[in-house]
């Protein structure tokens, strides 16, 4: 179909402008016929409409639509295509819509690819362009005066008859629709997002704000002076860890035991030597000396004993050695041969045990006797082995970790059961070193393992109050009231054994203020109120009213509120309560 001046192209749903323009300027027709599918999105656009009729004039093609879709006619009107029913209808322009000036000047044209002129790639800047074509449209003459073009098998009178009253129609349509929507204007939806995010955003932060300014900075602070007094507690107890009830005759407090055991290691390298190699051996001929008054025959030199040579490298004898009765010699002194040579082998593997002939020998538990001798076959074979002096770096390294070890004593004691910690009764037992070579082990490193066994005693708080609040009241008076016994600043010394303990502390007695039921009673009241209400105590002496920020004029909830009773001034100070 080389010289088939009409082409047939069928359009899928699918297809973009770009790809329908290629196979337009791919074909090999002058007439095209555009076959499209049902709802063809790429149809729907004024731009592309525009794009290929540009393309396709270029490219000296006539293009016509085969479609019955009555939204696309409009279009193809305002750009000058010819739109048929079926490939048996007469083609034909159909009328363009008509636009109002004001409608025509609100429409904004999609952005459209711009094409190469030569590859089809790109893409083209068609502002206003579209707006501009469809104004130029609507004032060309009726499709009527437009050349026609014929297709195979035209029906004129259908074409004319289905085609024409369904383009004016659509042409009433579109000018009544524009006459009636002259001045709607769309709201920008933008604008109303970016308005509601900036709205809320601030309603954000004034509530934040509020809550921050009268929930969280608000706060109150009184500072109380009484007519307190410093009372000395020195209490001695001691602890069972079998007795489940106080016993204050013999101040023995009910305790428990809490141990844990650590494990920590080090290791470092290995740095003894050790030769594996055969060990030299040889004969000597021992001379034994005798002078007078004890000449005679020498005693013996025992199979086991060490020889030195003269290069201080050691042996032993393999046999007994016996001496000759006989000695020889002038003078004071006689020299005894040995009736043998005596086989000697060295003490340790090694070619630096390898001797020459004639070497000296000397007998370190004889000093009366002396050699000569060589030995030979002494062979190196040098390993890596642990040493004492590495298993001592190694120990000397380890690093224990006894806060860690007191932390987790103290949250065993105060889980559950909810023991007070006495950390004067921490201790730790002695511990277990074990490496895990030996001395003279051959191997690249060695780890020391070291084990300690921790452990701490605890009471149940209350038990110790009462010891120490019946102490301090026997000191003070029973008609006074303890305003702190001081137990979180005691200081504890631990007896003559872990069991008997002493408490030391400085307690302050005086008027009864319960702290928490006066914060109940100062919440939502002003300065002076709060003043009137502490003074009505006869043992108060002063009263301060602190609150912030500024502008807090009463009292806040009884969290934020913070009662300081001032300690007698000879006392140190332990802080608010």
Not at 8 to 30: A, C, P, R
Not at 125 to 133: G, W
Not at 326 to 355: D, F, H, M, R
Request: contains cysteine; proline residues 5%.
């Amino acid at each position: 179909m080389a010289n088939d001046p009409k082409n047939t192209i069928y359009i899928d749903v699918d297809d973009e402008i770009t790809g329908v323009i290629d196979k337009v300027l791919d074909s090999s027709g002058k007439l095209v016929a555009l076959v499209l599918p049902k709802r063809a999105s790429t149809f729907q656009s004024i731009v592309n409409m525009k794009l290929l009729k540009l393309k396709a004039d270029e490219a000296g093609k006539n293009i016509v639509l085969v479609t019955t879709e009555e939204s696309l006619l409009p279009l193809a009107g305002a750009v000058g295509l010819h739109v048929a029913k079926n490939l048996a209808s007469k083609p034909e322009i159909p009328a363009p819509p008509i636009i109002q000036k004001e409608t025509v000047e609100s429409i904004e044209e999609e952005a459209a690819p711009k094409l190469d002129e030569e590859t089809g790639e790109g893409s083209v800047d068609l502002k206003n362009l579209a707006i501009n074509e469809i104004e130029k449209t609507a004032k060309k003459p009726s499709p009527k005066d437009e050349d026609t073009i014929e297709l195979d098998n035209t029906d004129e009178n259908s074409a004319t008859d289905t085609a024409m009253p369904a383009a004016a129609v659509a042409a009433a349509e579109a000018k009544k629709k524009a006459k009636n929507n002259k001045k709607l204007k769309i709201p920008n939806f933008e604008r109303f997002r970016l308005w509601s995010s900036l709205i809320g955003s601030l309603l954000l932060i004034i509530i934040v704000f509020w809550v921050l300014m009268f929930k969280v900075w608000p706060h109150a602070t009184i500072d109380i002076k009484t007519n307190s007094q410093n009372v000395n507690a020195n209490l001695t107890f001691n602890l069972s860890t079998t007795s489940t009830t106080l016993d204050k005759s013999t101040n023995t407090v009910p305790a428990k035991l809490v141990s844990e055991t650590k494990t920590y290691t080090a290791t470092v390298n290995a740095t003894g030597q050790q030769n594996n190699g055969q060990s030299a051996s040889g004969s000597a001929t021992l001379t034994a000396q005798e002078c007078a008054p004890n000449l005679g025959q020498p005693n013996s030199v025992p199979a086991g004993t060490g020889i030195t040579s003269t290069g201080n490298q050691s042996y032993i004898t393999q046999q007994i050695t016996t001496f000759n009765a006989l000695g020889s010699g002038k003078g004071s002194c006689l020299n005894y041969q040995s009736t043998s040579s005596t086989p000697i082998t060295a003490q340790k593997a090694g070619s630096t045990y390898n001797t020459s002939g004639n070497t000296n020998f000397t007998v370190p538990d004889r000093s009366d006797v002396t050699g000569t001798g060589s030995a030979s076959g002494g062979t190196d074979d040098i390993v890596t082995v642990v040493s004492q002096t590495d298993i001592n770096n190694a120990e000397n390294k380890i690093t224990t970790n006894t806060s860690g070890a007191k932390t987790d004593l103290t949250n065993e004691l105060t889980t559950g059961a909810n023991f007070y910690p006495l950390d004067a009764t921490f201790m730790a037992a002695s511990p277990t070193i074990s490496p895990n070579a030996s001395a003279g082990t051959a191997a690249d490193s060695v780890t020391v393992t070291e084990t300690v066994k921790y452990s701490m005693y605890g009471v149940i708080e209350s038990d110790l109050n009462s010891l120490l609040n019946s102490n301090i009241l026997s000191q003070a008076g029973s008609n006074q009231n303890i305003l702190n016994n001081g137990l979180s600043g005691a200081s504890y010394t631990v007896g003559s054994s872990p069991t008997s303990l002493t408490l030391t502390t400085n307690a302050v007695v005086g008027p009864n203020l319960n702290v928490t039921t006066l914060k109940k009673e100062i919440v939502g009241q002003k300065a002076g109120a709060i003043e009137s209400l502490i003074k009505a105590n006869s043992n108060v002496s002063s009263v301060s009213v602190y609150l912030s920020p500024f502008y807090v004029s009463k009292a806040p909830g009884a969290s934020h509120i913070t009662i300081n009773i001032a300690k007698p001034t000879n006392s140190p100070a332990n802080g608010s309560q």
